[in-house]
């Protein structure tokens, strides 16, 4: 099967955002946010797979771009953890790049569907 990066790289933010939950309710005992960063930091994936099997290119792109507002979410709960202690500079450095990084290859999917 041809690889596909989005694709890849979702899946495995992914896994990292269920850890990342289960780390917060198990060690840290915080349940409302972390349960809100495990909807948005999962749905990127889901969406981005859906769009993969689109009916169309405008069903491509809606799915596209709920994926890239899902990414930006993610990025808005991940501060919020780091800025309220929930989870270390090291770990928040990490899996804030792997966010951005899906941002930024989203952003250029959708730019590109756009026009």
């Given at each position: 099967?041809?690889?596909?990066?989005?694709?890849?790289?979702?899946?495995?933010?992914?896994?990292?955002?269920?850890?990342?939950?289960?780390?917060?309710?198990?060690?840290?005992?915080?349940?409302?946010?972390?349960?809100?960063?495990?909807?948005?930091?999962?749905?990127?994936?889901?969406?981005?797979?859906?769009?993969?099997?689109?009916?169309?290119?405008?069903?491509?792109?809606?799915?596209?771009?709920?994926?890239?507002?899902?990414?930006?979410?993610?990025?808005?709960?991940?501060e919020l953890?780091?800025?309220?202690?929930?989870?270390?500079?090291?770990?928040?450095?990490?899996?804030?790049?792997?966010?951005?990084?899906?941002?930024?290859?989203?952003?250029?999917?959708?730019?590109?569907?756009?026009?």
């Open positions: 099967m041809k690889e596909n990066v989005i694709l890849d790289k979702s899946k495995a933010f992914a896994l990292r955002i269920i850890r990342l939950y289960q780390f917060l309710c198990e060690t840290k005992k915080e349940y409302v946010l972390s349960k809100q960063v495990l909807r948005s930091g999962t749905s990127i994936g889901a969406n981005a797979k859906e769009a993969a099997h689109a009916q169309s290119k405008a069903d491509f792109y809606a799915k596209m771009y709920i994926a890239y507002k899902e990414a930006n979410e993610t990025e808005y709960w991940l953890l780091a800025e309220s202690g929930y989870i270390e500079k090291e770990a928040f450095d990490s899996i804030y790049a792997d966010c951005k990084e899906l941002i930024k290859i989203l952003a250029s999917i959708t730019k590109t569907q756009k026009k």
